[in-house]
């Protein structure tokens, strides 16, 4: 089955940092662009970070640079967002997403999301 | 920027809805729709403006380019009612604040 899981979320306290993780199955990961995409509680999406297939390029959001990293190990089949000094702002929900060509920028396959709570 | 409208729209079953995504630039056709039910993720319907995705009816179609792009529902169903975001990527990735189609 085609499908994306996340784990690693919680609850951190401010300052604190995360690793979340993406396991991808039911088709050849290392083809497509991945990206993190955010949703905090009763708001709108948010672009977090993207990373091309082979790992080589990746980017993030201004919001988030310098603070969180994207990476992807292709034997594994899986994307990580590393989230270092976190903040009540960066609390919501992470999607890992797949795009719906290969490169596109669209995204076509979510995982069901990760609860990240940022509190003091 | 992307800035979508009407931030509500209240429709009945069988009505068409008409939604718009305006950019604060020029993005040419790289423009997405995405419809997010409550507890659930984004999912992917028009993409490049005017392409529908895989499984998307027919009844959802997009049109525009540049900065100004509409989402039109024809005969909205029961199903259809929901949170809709226009995403663009012409420059960077960002998306619009979200139009929630509600039922009247």
């Known amino acids: 089955e085609v499908q994306l899981l996340e784990s690693g979320g919680g609850l951190v306290q401010t300052g604190g940092s995360l690793r979340l993780s993406c396991a991808a199955s039911?088709?050849?990961?290392?083809?497509?662009?991945m990206t993190w995409v955010r949703q905090a509680p009763g708001k709108g999406l948010e672009w977090v970070a993207a990373i091309s297939g082979n790992g080589g390029n990746t980017y993030h959001a201004d919001s988030v640079k310098g603070r969180f990293t994207i990476s992807r190990d292709n034997s594994k089949n899986t994307l990580y967002l590393q989230m270092n000094s976190l903040r009540a702002e960066d609390t919501a929900v992470y999607y890992c997403?797949?795009?719906?060509?290969?490169?596109?920028?669209?995204?076509?396959?979510w995982g069901r999301g990760t609860l990240v709570t940022v509190s003091s | 920027v992307l800035t979508q409208s009407p931030a509500i729209l209240s429709l009945s079953p069988g009505e068409r809805a008409t939604l718009s995504c305006r950019a604060s630039q020029s993005v040419g056709n790289y423009l997405a729709w995405y419809q997010q039910k409550p507890g659930q993720a984004p999912r992917l319907l028009i993409y490049?403006?005017?392409n529908r995705a895989t499984g998307i009816p027919a009844r959802f179609s997009g049109s525009g380019s540049g900065t100004d792009f509409t989402l039109t529902i024809n005969s909205l169903q029961p199903e259809d009612f929901a949170v809709y975001y226009c995403q663009q990527r012409g420059n960077w990735l960002t998306f619009g604040g979200g139009t929630r189609v509600e039922i009247k």
């Open positions: 997403a797949r795009d719906v060509k290969g490169s596109d920028w669209y995204f076509d396959l």
């Open positions: 039911g088709f050849t990961f290392s083809n497509y662009v």
């Open positions: 490049d403006a005017s």
